[in-house]
C-alpha cells in the first residue's frame, strides 16, 4: 500500500431537481457568471433552462458561451476565456457532458492566470487559483464533475491529452439523473464504457491496495449490472441514477488511494482514434482496451486473473478480457477498429500518430514504456 | 435512491511518515496551537514526539491539553476550551484515537462560540465556524479523523451521544498506519468492531442505494479478511494499513451515499454500557449489534439477507448475524454481558437507563421507534 493524500473539496448534488440549490451556492462565488455549454441537448433536456432560472433568482449576470464540442478543442476554450476576461466574470459555469466540464474547467484558469488554453495544457503555467467552476451534469461517463481532470484536443498539433491540477476541481456539482435520460443509446453506452475503463485504468497502478481493489470492482459490477438495464430502459430514473453515480466514483480518486498513479495508455491510445476519425470518447476506449490488455497480459496478467475473480468468479486473464468486451457490445460499443469503418490501410497512420504523440498516459511509472503500439493496432483490427 | 450532498473537505495524509506533512500544513493556520492528547500512549509510539517537532519547526507555539479519558468527557473539553481561548490558539490539533480527535472538534467550537462543550453537544448552538482542526491518528476505529461527528460523555447527566456539523471536518488528518502499530489486542479488535458496526449503520438506513451497498460489503469483506490476520500479527505494517483505511472508509460518508441516514440505534445502545460500566466502545458494540439485529429481523431481514449473499454468499437473515458474531468473537470481542461480567441482576439497571436517554440513535426515521429495549438486553445476555 502505497503513500497517498485523499482529498476532494467538490460538493456533489445528487438527485432529483438538485439544480435548485444552484442559485444560492452560485450566489456566494460572485455576480457575474460566464455559462459555458455545448448545442442543442441541454436546450431539449431541461439543464440550460433551469441553470438561467436559478441565476436568474440569484440575481447573478449572465455571459453565455456555446458550442463547445463533444471532443472539445483549444479554440473554443481560448475564445469562451476571452470572453470571460473582457466581462470580468467571478465564475464559470458548465452545463453539460465532460467537454463542456472540461472546457470550463481550463477557461477557469486561463481567466486567472490571462494566458491561452494551451500553455495550461503543456504545464507551461503552474496555476495558483482559477475561477470557481460549477457543474451541471448531464452525461455519466467522464467523471470530470468531481476530479481536477481536464481533457482537451488541438486540431492544428493533432494533440489530445489530459491535464490534472487541484485547482480545478469543481466546486460545486449538480447531478440530476434525469437531465440524462434524453442521452441517447449510442451515448449512453459510450459513457458506461468511459467509466469502466476509468476504473480499470486505476486498477492496473502500482501498489496493493485491497480496499480501492475491492471498490473498483464494484464499480464495476454496477455498471455490468445496471448498464444493460439502461440501455433497454432509457427512461428509468433510477437506472438513470445509479449509473450517473458509478461514473462520478469510477474517476474521483477513490479507487486510486494506496496504488501509484494508474496506467492511462488506454485512453491515450483511443485519443488518437478519435484525433483521426473523430471517433466518440467511449467508443474509442471499447476498442483500445481490449487490445491493450491482450497486448499487456504478460505484464498484468496477475491483475486481470484477480479481477476475473472479483467480478466473474473466474481468474482467467484471457477471459476476464473476453466477457469485459462482450460487456462492452452489449452496450452497443464498438470492439474493434472494423467496427467504426476503418480498414487495415489505415493502419500505419494510427500507429505513426500514437508514436509521434508517445502514447503511454504520460505517467513516470508507467508499465508501457516498452510497448509496441504496431502490435496493439494489429489487436484493434483482430477478428 | 435519495438525493443527496457528497462533500468531504477533509484532506487525509496516508502512509509511513506522512506527519512529516504537518508543520506546513499547520503554518498556514496560524502562529499558535493547542495541542490536545491523552496519556501515555502517543508518548510511546512517537506521535506526540513528531508532531511537537513538526511544530518546533515550523515555528508554531503550543499550547498543551493532555488527559483526554477513552470514553471522553465534557470537563476535558470544557478544561481544554478555557486554556485555548485564554491563550489565544490559532487551531487545534489532536494527536490520538477517537475520543481525543472527538474532543479536540468539540473543543475547536466552543472556542469560536465562546460557549461550553454541552451547550454544542444538546444543539443550543448553530456553530457559524469552528477553529482548524487537525488530527495526527493513532487508533484505527473510529473514523472521527475524516468526519464531522464527535461522541462525547456527561457524567453528571449520565448522557452519550454524537453530533454532527460541517464545521468540524478536520482540516488534515494524518494517518500514519505505524503509529497504531503499539495498540493492545484488545483495543485493536475494539476498533475492528466499531468499523464494522460503522458500516453495518449505515446499510440499515432507508434508501435503495446499490453501490452503497456494494462499498459497504467491500468494507466488511477487508475487516473480515484481514481483521483475524491482523490479531495474530499485530506488527505487520500492511495490515495495520488495510484496517486503518478500512476504518476511516466505514464511517466518511461514501457508505451513505444515496440513503437517509442510517440507523445508529446500536451505537446508542454501547453507549449505555460504557456509562454504567465504563465498557470500551468497540466491546459495547459488539455486544449491542448482535442484540439488535436479532431484535430487529421482522424490519430489517431483507436487508440481513442481501448482506448475507454479498458477504457469504449465504441469504440467511440469522445466517448473517451468527456469521458476524462469530467474527467479533475472532477479534477477541465480547458478545455477551456475561462476556464482560455484568450479570442478570444488572438488567433492570441497563434497561432503566436505555429508556431515560430514549435509545434510538436521535434519527427522526428510526426504524426503531417501536423497540422492546428489555427483550433487546434479554438478547444481550442470551446464551
Not at 493533432?158 to 447531478?175: A, D, I, Q, T
Not at 495508455?265 to 482514434?273: D, E, K, V
Amino acid at each position: 500500500m502505497e503513500n497517498f493524500i485523499a482529498h476532494n473539496p467538490t460538493k456533489v448534488h445528487f438527485g432529483k431537481d438538485v439544480v435548485g440549490q444552484l442559485g444560492e451556492a452560485a450566489a456566494q462565488c460572485g455576480k457575474k457568471a460566464l455559462l459555458v455549454y455545448g448545442r442543442g441537448s441541454v436546450l431539449r433536456n431541461g439543464s440550460y433552462q433551469d441553470t438561467k432560472d436559478q441565476l436568474d433568482k440569484a440575481g447573478i449576470e449572465i455571459i453565455e458561451y456555446s458550442g463547445i464540442k463533444p471532443n472539445p478543442i483549444v479554440e473554443d476554450v481560448d475564445k469562451a476565456a476571452a470572453l470571460g476576461m473582457e466581462k470580468e466574470v467571478d465564475m464559470v459555469i458548465a452545463v453539460g457532458g465532460g467537454s463542456v466540464i472540461d472546457s470550463a474547467k481550463i477557461i477557469a484558469v486561463c481567466i486567472t492566470e490571462q494566458c491561452s488554453g494551451w500553455d495550461v495544457m503543456k504545464e507551461l503555467r503552474d496555476p495558483v487559483r482559477a475561477l470557481p467552476i460549477m457543474a451541471v451534469l448531464t452525461l455519466a461517463a467522464t467523471g470530470t464533475e468531481m476530479n481536477a481532470v481536464a481533457v482537451l484536443q488541438n486540431n492544428q498539433t493533432m494533440e489530445k491529452f489530459g491535464y490534472r491540477h487541484p485547482v480545478m476541481f469543481p466546486k460545486h456539482s449538480f447531478l440530476d439523473p434525469n437531465y440524462t435520460r434524453s442521452v441517447p443509446a449510442n451515448h449512453t453506452g459510450y459513457g458506461i464504457v468511459d467509466l469502466v475503463a476509468h476504473v480499470l485504468e486505476s486498477y492496473f497502478g502500482y501498489g496493493d491496495a485491497s480496499l480501492s481493489d475491492r471498490f473498483a470492482a464494484s464499480v464495476i459490477l454496477e455498471a455490468m449490472e445496471y448498464g444493460p438495464q439502461l440501455m433497454r430502459n432509457p427512461d428509468d430514473y433510477l437506472l438513470r441514477a445509479r449509473i450517473m453515480w458509478a461514473a462520478t466514483n469510477a474517476l474521483n480518486g477513490l479507487l486510486s488511494y494506496g496504488r501509484l498513479n494508474g496506467d492511462f495508455t488506454s485512453h491515450s491510445l483511443g485519443h488518437q482514434l478519435s484525433l483521426l476519425y473523430d471517433t466518440p470518447h467511449g467508443a474509442s476506449l471499447s476498442i483500445a482496451f481490449p487490445a491493450w490488455m491482450k497486448h499487456m497480459i504478460p505484464k498484468v496478467g496477475h491483475r486481470l486473473e484477480k479481477l476475473g475473480r472479483d467480478l466473474f468468479g473466474d481468474p482467467s486473464a484471457g477471459g476476464t478480457i473476453k466477457r469485459l468486451e462482450s460487456f462492452f457490445s452489449e452496450v452497443s460499443c464498438p470492439v474493434r477498429l472494423g467496427d467504426i469503418g476503418v480498414g487495415p490501410d489505415q493502419k500505419d497512420e494510427i500507429v505513426a500518430l500514437m508514436n509521434r504523440n508517445e502514447c503511454n498516459g504520460k505517467n513516470p511509472d508507467n508499465l508501457l514504456n516498452d510497448l509496441d503500439r504496431e502490435q496493439i493496432v494489429d489487436l484493434m483490427f483482430e477478428a
